[in-house]
T-cell receptor, first 114, second 114 residues
Framework: ETGVTQTPRHLVMGMTNKKSLKCEQH?????MYWYKQSAKKPLELMFV???????ENNSVPSRFSPECPNSSHLFLHLHTLQPEDSALYLC?????????????FGSGTQLSVL | DQQVKQNSPSLSVQEGRISILNCDYT??????FLWYKKYPAEGPTFLIS?????DKNEDGRFTVFLNKSAKHLSLHIVPSQPGDSAVYFC?????????????FGKGTKLTVNP
């Protein structure tokens, strides 16, 4: 079992669909993150959860809605997305959050919005 | 404005030779840097880090050099192997709005030819 597991690996959705991305970490970490990687752009931090509490919302549009029911699970609920939201969405976890913590990433969900 | 810059989108090297990946940063307050490596269809994985109190950190074939006066760091891989072919991201913790977040460069795609 890998440390951080993301499902699905690939997702194609229409602009009117509602879907959810799931992330699970098996490392006993306390912080979880959603990152977005668009083509030819740096990894962009979207959300941070520390001990299940959201501590960062990096000016992300409301069509992205995170949920962290416990320190091992993280969801990203998607609705009425735009084609420009097509990207690789990466989940990550770390033991704590002091900026110097190493992040452990999942394999990502490659999202295409039609 | 990008705080961490990787100006070379790609690099091609012959097996056995040295690979040098470069990273520049703009914020002189950065005091810790990380390199992540990403294979296709996988999430980034931590490779090596360096604190600003050092100018060099070595781990096997991988060495990171830090030049604080030039705000420049580089990752050296020697000897390069075909399995090193991946995208390499430079990152640094940045304090923004009272919270710390990891900022990434756009990445450099390294291809090691047999």
């Amino acid at each position: 079992e890998t440390g951080v597991t993301q499902t699905p690996r690939h997702l194609v959705m229409g602009m009117t669909n509602k879907k959810s991305l799931k992330c699970e970490q098996h490392l006993g970490h306390n912080a979880m993150y959603w990152y977005k990687q668009s083509a030819k752009k740096p990894l962009e931090l979207m959300f941070v959860y520390n001990f299940k509490e959201q501590t960062e919302n990096n000016s992300v549009p409301s069509r992205f809605s995170p949920e962290c029911p416990n320190s091992s699970h993280l969801f990203l609920h998607l609705h009425t997305l735009q084609p420009e939201d097509s990207a690789l969405y990466l989940c990550a976890s770390s033991q704590g959050w002091d900026g110097n913590e190493k992040l452990f990433f999942g394999s990502g969900t490659q999202l295409s919005v039609l | 404005d990008q705080q961490v810059k990787q100006n070379s989108p790609s690099l091609s090297v012959q097996e056995g030779r040295i690979s040098i990946l470069n990273c520049d940063y703009t914020n002189s307050m950065f005091d810790y840097f990380l390199w992540y490596k990403k294979y296709p269809a996988e999430g980034p994985t931590f490779l090596i880090s360096i604190s600003s109190i050092k100018d060099k950190n070595e781990d096997g074939r991988f060495t990171v050099f830090l030049n604080k006066s030039a705000k420049h760091l580089s990752l050296h891989i020697v000897p390069s192997q075909p399995g090193d072919s991946a995208v390499y991201f430079c990152a640094a913790p940045s304090t923004q709005g009272g919270s710390e977040k990891l900022v990434f460069g756009k990445g450099t795609k390294l291809t090691v030819n047999p």
